[in-house]
């Protein structure tokens, strides 16, 4: 965990990252199989979600940011809306 400090504030606001693998992720949201999340971390670099920083890879294992990976779905049914 990290710690913030902002400047109307004299205590540290705690941020906690939630860090999973492919697979675990899947397990923990049915709704997006192995495949799918393989395939949306194949085109991160055209579907924005490298941009997003959602997808971290420590040497060969590839982590997604849950927080960050649900903020980038977010942002891309934002941009569905008519």
């Known amino acids: 965990m990290g710690s913030i400090m902002t400047a109307q504030q004299n205590e540290p606001i705690q941020t906690a990252w939630l860090y999973s693998t492919v697979k675990q992720f899947s397990k923990r949201h049915p709704a997006f199989p192995e495949g799918g999340m393989r395939h949306k971390i194949f085109n991160e670099d055209t579907n924005g979600l490298k941009k997003s920083g959602a997808i971290v890879r420590n040497g060969r294992k590839v982590l997604i940011n849950e927080q960050k ?14």
């Not at 903020?71 to 809306?81: F, H, I, K, P, S």
Request: aromatic letters at 22%.
């Open 69 to 82: 990976f649900f903020a980038w779905l977010e942002a891309q049914n934002q941009g569905m809306v008519a």
